[in-house]
C-alpha cells in the first residue's frame, strides 16, 4: 500500500511559482511511475506531468510545457512539481498519483494509488 501526501499548494499571483511535493509513506517509490493531475470545478481531472521509474523520461501535458517541471528523488520518496509562469487556468486542486506499470500512460485510470489533493489558486 503507497500512501501519498501532497504539500506546497496555495493562492499565487499570475506569472508567479509555486512548488508542489508529494512524499509516500509505507513503501518505496522506485518501482512506480509518478504522475501529477489536476481537476478544476465543473472539469473531468486531467494529466499534468509525469516521470517514469528512474527519473530518465518525462512528459507534459500540452498546456503546462515549458512552463512545469516534475522531479522526484527516490531517496527522500518525494515527487515535486516545479510550476511557473502560472496562469488562471492553472488553477484546480492538484493530485500525485502512483502507476505501478512498465509502460507510462496519461491516463488517471492506470494510477492506482492517489493523494488527497492540494489546492492551488492562480489570481488575475
Known amino acids: 500500500q503507497v500512501q501519498l501526501v501532497e504539500s506546497g499548494g496555495g493562492l499565487v499571483q499570475t506569472g508567479g511559482s509555486l512548488r508542489l511535493s508529494c512524499r509516500a509513506s509505507?513503501?518505496?517509490?522506485?518501482?512506480?511511475?509518478m504522475g501529477w493531475f489536476r481537476q478544476a470545478p465543473g472539469k473531468e481531472r486531467e494529466f499534468v506531468a509525469s516521470?517514469?521509474?528512474?527519473?530518465?523520461?518525462?512528459y507534459y501535458a500540452d498546456s503546462v510545457k515549458g512552463r512545469f517541471t516534475i522531479s522526484r528523488d527516490n531517496a527522500k520518496i518525494t515527487v515535486y512539481l516545479q510550476m511557473n509562469s502560472m496562469k488562471p487556468e492553472d488553477t484546480a486542486v492538484y493530485y500525485c498519483?502512483?502507476?505501478?506499470?512498465?509502460?507510462?500512460?496519461?491516463?488517471?485510470?492506470?494510477?492506482?494509488?492517489w493523494g488527497q489533493g492540494t489546492q492551488v489558486t492562480v489570481s488575475s
Open positions: 498519483a502512483a502507476q505501478a506499470s512498465p509502460f507510462m500512460s496519461r491516463s488517471p485510470a492506470t494510477y492506482g494509488y
Open positions: 509505507g513503501r518505496t517509490l522506485n518501482n512506480y511511475n
Open positions: 516521470i517514469i521509474q528512474s527519473g530518465s523520461s518525462t
